[in-house]
């Protein structure tokens, strides 16, 4: 006997169903095994392998040891987290909050004379900027587990040093969320002598190291030219990558940060880069950013005389995952940059969604076992 048509739509229903929460469950299954490979993967084979010790932090806290209470003195001073904590809003609708405007900049307000060439005892005063993007529409929504658990492991760094927590919850609306990065350094930096910039899903590993030792690591190498510390970054396999980086308080910096801004011209189009980061590449003229035939900036080789390099293990060491064996494999990404116990920090970058939060809920409780 043939089933009746109500028959027939129940069982469809039924299969229905069935199928949905069937495409769940190896999702979320696929989920975890992906994270839990990348966790099986970091620690054995090729990833297993100890990367040598970060010399360029071990100079910095050596420096620290045997100055002793000299450079503690010259170094006690204020340090501020700055979170940039906000919910983007589309479009220009009425309600939104932005950075406020600043004046234009050209390339020749960039030749401003380089400030003093050492810690200041007055006016004591340092911080370090972390940006907290939630919901940009160009990726998935950050879960709200996620951020709690990146401010709070940022909370734990500031309250150990004494640091200041800083919260800017504004966002420029024309453009992607990133940018407005920018505007918020400009606005805080003449408030400190340096300041850091970190993403949200960079963690805090290393809580007994100091951001200042960084800065006076760099300021050490440079004793006739303080301005090569004007900016202070890293890069990836990609070149800089301007996730984790710091910036010196002179008029030259406050300059360049408007003139990174001011490349409206990069906003929107199709490059390699994402975000503002792409501006930067074109600043500084990169390697990868010429590899792919763009437009130079002109003064590039003047604007990369600011700029100092450091390891990725001083700034901002990265998580390694099953892409990443393929490119150490195929020689095209150095183990360098791959996160080892004693680094100051592990950034997650390029990962996304339900993983990125095993894997940060993971290192966080690392961290605060630390």
Same mark, same amino acid.
């Given at each position: 006997?043939? !089933?009746?048509?109500?028959?027939?739509?129940?069982?469809?229903?039924?299969?229905?169903?069935?199928?949905?929460?069937?495409?769940?469950?190896?999702?979320?299954?696929?989920?975890?095994?992906?994270?839990?490979?990348?966790?099986?993967?970091?620690?054995?084979?090729?990833?297993?392998?100890? @990367?040598?010790?970060?010399?360029?932090?071990?100079? +910095?806290?050596?420096?620290?040891? =045997?100055?002793?209470?000299?450079?503690?003195?010259?170094?006690?001073?204020?340090?501020?987290?700055?979170?940039?904590?906000?919910?983007?809003?589309?479009?220009?609708?009425?309600?939104?909050?932005?950075?406020?405007?600043?004046?234009?900049?050209? +390339?020749?307000?960039?030749?401003?004379?380089? $400030?003093?060439?050492?810690?200041?005892? !007055?006016?004591?005063?340092?911080?370090?900027?972390?940006?907290?993007?939630?919901?940009?529409?160009?990726?998935?929504?950050?879960?709200? $587990?996620?951020?709690?658990?990146?401010? $709070?492991?940022?909370?734990?760094?500031?309250?150990?040093?004494?640091?200041?927590?800083?919260?800017?919850?504004?966002?420029?609306?024309?453009?992607?969320?990133?940018?407005?990065?920018?505007?918020?350094?400009? !606005?805080?930096?003449?408030?400190?002598?340096?300041?850091?910039?970190?993403?949200?899903?960079?963690?805090?590993?290393?809580?007994?190291?100091?951001?200042?030792?960084?800065?006076? $690591?760099?300021?050490?190498?440079?004793?006739?030219?303080?301005?090569?510390?004007?900016?202070?970054?890293?890069?990836?396999?990609?070149?800089?990558?301007?996730?984790?980086?710091?910036? =010196?308080?002179?008029?030259?910096?406050?300059?360049?940060?408007?003139?990174?801004?001011?490349?409206?011209?990069?906003?929107?189009?199709?490059?390699?880069?994402?975000?503002?980061?792409?501006?930067?590449?074109?600043?500084?003229?990169?390697?990868?950013? @010429?590899?792919?035939?763009?437009?130079?900036?002109?003064?590039?080789?003047?604007?990369?005389?600011?700029?100092?390099?450091?390891?990725?293990? +001083?700034?901002?060491?990265?998580?390694?995952?099953?892409?990443?064996?393929? @490119?150490?494999?195929?020689?095209?990404?150095?183990?360098?940059?791959?996160?080892?116990?004693?680094?100051?920090?592990?950034?997650?970058?390029?990962?996304?969604?339900?993983? @990125?939060?095993?894997?940060?809920?993971?290192?966080?409780?690392? !961290?605060?076992?630390?």
């Amino acid at each position: 006997m043939y !089933a009746s048509s109500q028959q027939r739509a129940w069982r469809f229903f039924a299969c229905a169903v069935i199928v949905f929460f069937g495409v769940r469950l190896v999702r979320e299954l696929h989920t975890r095994h992906e994270t839990w490979a990348y966790h099986a993967i970091a620690h054995t084979s090729l990833l297993s392998q100890r @990367r040598a010790p970060c010399v360029f932090m071990s100079r +910095a806290m050596e420096a620290q040891q =045997r100055q002793g209470r000299a450079r503690r003195k010259a170094a006690g001073l204020k340090i501020g987290l700055v979170v940039l904590a906000f919910q983007p809003r589309c479009g220009g609708s009425g309600g939104s909050s932005s950075p406020d405007p600043a004046p234009s900049s050209t +390339a020749q307000d960039l030749q401003s004379p380089p $400030e003093s060439t050492s810690w200041s005892s !007055a006016g004591e005063k340092r911080s370090l900027l972390a940006s907290v993007l939630l919901g940009p529409p160009e990726v998935p929504d950050w879960p709200a $587990e996620s951020v709690q658990l990146s401010l $709070e492991n940022k909370r734990q760094y500031t309250q150990r040093h004494g640091y200041e927590l800083v919260v800017a919850d504004s966002v420029d609306p024309s453009r992607p969320p990133a940018w407005s990065k920018l505007k918020h350094l400009q !606005a805080q930096l003449p408030r400190f002598d340096f300041l850091a910039f970190m993403d949200l899903d960079a963690l805090i590993m290393n809580n007994t190291f100091k951001l200042e030792w960084l800065a006076q $690591e760099c300021l050490d190498q440079h004793p006739e030219s303080p301005s090569s510390c004007d900016v202070i970054i890293s890069n990836d396999q990609y070149g800089a990558n301007s996730g984790v980086f710091m910036v =010196r308080n002179s008029p030259w910096t406050l300059n360049f940060l408007q003139l990174w801004w001011d490349q409206k011209q990069l906003v929107f189009g199709d490059y390699q880069f994402d975000y503002e980061q792409r501006a930067l590449h074109y600043l500084l003229g990169t390697d990868h950013w @010429r590899k792919h035939g763009y437009d130079l900036y002109p003064q590039a080789d003047e604007i990369a005389k600011h700029v100092t390099f450091v390891p990725p293990c +001083a700034i901002n060491s990265v998580f390694f995952d099953l892409k990443d064996i393929r @490119r150490v494999v195929a020689n095209t990404l150095s183990i360098e940059s791959k996160y080892s116990h004693g680094d100051f920090l592990i950034h997650f970058a390029g990962h996304r969604g339900r993983a @990125r939060h095993f894997l940060m809920e993971y290192y966080a409780q690392k !961290a605060a076992l630390s």
